[in-house]
């Protein structure tokens, strides 16, 4: 009788990546980019203080200037429905640009110190910032509403569960939230979840809480209960963003170290390296993007310079 054997193929043989082309243009680093969806475009923006718009699929290496606050952005968020792009600057400032007319609507300050990310919920938008407030705004008004003291430490990282209408952050005092986004109330922290701040925060189709911190560690939690599963060593220094690729069964890290990491997202095994010798970034990389109608990543960094990868099977 003949038995079937399952045979074990790493995925790295698998996953093929290229490199299509490097966007220049930024005169400082790059700290963060955000997709417009159902179009040809995204933006980058960073310590220059200009808001870039780049083509997706790389046919050009040119981008377009659509805004120029003379402050640096750390972060940004793109509301669909109003064709709005959000920024956050180092003064604390929340930018909303109309993506139409390429013209800057309002500027208010929302945080006292740098803003350092953003989330969307259906109805409204959050943001966190160097002061350790979470504050809500409402998108219609375009104006904070509440205001919450997380922390009395900066606000690193944030990502929304629409499932259970959480609001993950990641700290400067090394702790990890759970919000509740309906009263803003703390519903769990985990106080010492990295050994240093929480740079980083993604969620995975497979209900897990993915966070890389300063201190190297991408750590594997379960949602809700944060109860950790796994931590890894994935890199040399901070890890500056995580991306999670379902269709593609991967999460990319990205790090200080000048590199990134591809992880079989089963396992938690390293696929892939992409680093200098693959044409990619000499200097901290602080930023990752997903464009999934091409299966394209985007990185950015210190080095002033956006590459547009070829990610696929």
Known sequence: MLHSVKVY???????????????????????????KPGSMFFYSAGGDGKIVQWHKDGSTADGYLMADTDAKIFS??????????????????????DTLSNKIINRIIGHKGSVFGFCKTEDNLFSIG?????????????????????????????????????IYIGASDNG????????????????????????????????????????AQLQIRKRVSMELLKSLPAHWFTINSILSIPELEIIMTASRDKTIRLWDIAGFELVKTLDVKNGGHINSVNT????????????????????LWHIFK
């Open 76 to 97: 940004m968020c793109y509301l669909d429905a109003q064709e709005i792009l959000i920024a956050g600057d180092i003064n604390g400032h929340v930018y909303w640009i």
């Open 9 to 35: 193929i790493p995925l790295e043989q698998f996953i093929q990546t290229e490199k299509i082309i490097g966007y220049t243009g930024h005169s400082s680093a790059v700290y963060c980019m955000v997709d």
């Open 176 to 215: 990890i939230y759970a919000v509740d986004t309906s009263d803003l109330k703390v519903l769990a922290n985990e106080k010492m979840a990295h050994n240093n701040t929480v740079f980083s925060l993604s969620l995975t189709d497979q209900n897990l809480l993915l966070s890389g911190g300063r201190d």
């Open 130 to 166: 160097a002061d350790g407030f979470l504050c809500k705004w409402d998108i219609g008004r375009r104006y904070p509403v509440e205001s919450v003291r997380i922390s009395h430490q900066g606000l690193r990282s944030i990502v929304h569960d629409d499932d259970q209408n959480i």
């Open 288 to 307: 990752l993007l997903w464009l999934p109608e091409h299966n394209y990543l985007v990185s950015a960094g210190d080095d002033r310079t956006i590459i």
